[in-house]
């Protein structure tokens, strides 16, 4: 008997223990409100994103780490492993650590670049369908505030009409 409880007890905690270490999943594509959004551009810490912050396209995989790109700029996506420091890209052509961890359900990443800092915090409503990214820039001159907030998989119309429009090709393989 002291052995079947003892096995219910380590199948028990083995199930629950995963469930309870994995927060909500930022998979998606995502459309800026840009009324319930409050920003400077540039939008993201050290101009990560560029101008163009209309969408973003995330994948949170399995081992929980983040890829985070915007519809034209994919060159320039980022990512986050939580527990873990990774370079992420800032600006035109320069670079930062960034170090991120789960505050419970949301994400927390922090950086250093020069003299320049970012505290970045991304957190999901309940439903799940409504992201908001809140964005702390420091550098000796200043400190910007941004604010936001993005729709999961709000329609986005015709692909002729996207930043970079979709082409018919030919049906047959010759």
Known sequence: MRCVCLVVGLLTLVMV?????????????WTLNRAASQFTPPAFSGGRGGDDIDRLF?????????????????LKAWAYTPGR??????????????????DGERIVAEG??????MHEVMS???????????????????TINNRLVYTLGQPVGACEQWA????????EVR
């Not at 992201?131 to 420091?138: A, D, H, R, S, Y």
């Open 112 to 117: 250093r670049q020069g003299d320049m800092t």
């Open 164 to 171: 970079m429009p979709c082409k018919e090709f030919p049906q």
């Open 124 to 142: 999901l409503s309940p439903d799940g369908h409504t992201l908001t990214i809140e964005v702390m820039t420091t550098t000796p001159n200043d």
């Open 85 to 102: 420091e990774l370079t992420i890209p800032v600006g035109r052509d320069t670079t930062m650590r960034a170090a991120s961890r789960w």
């Open 17 to 29: 223990v995963p469930a309870a270490a994995q927060g909500p999943d930022f998979s998606g594509m």
């Open 58 to 74: 995330i994948t949170h995989a399995a081992n929980g780490t983040l890829i985070i790109g915007t519809e034209t700029n994919g």
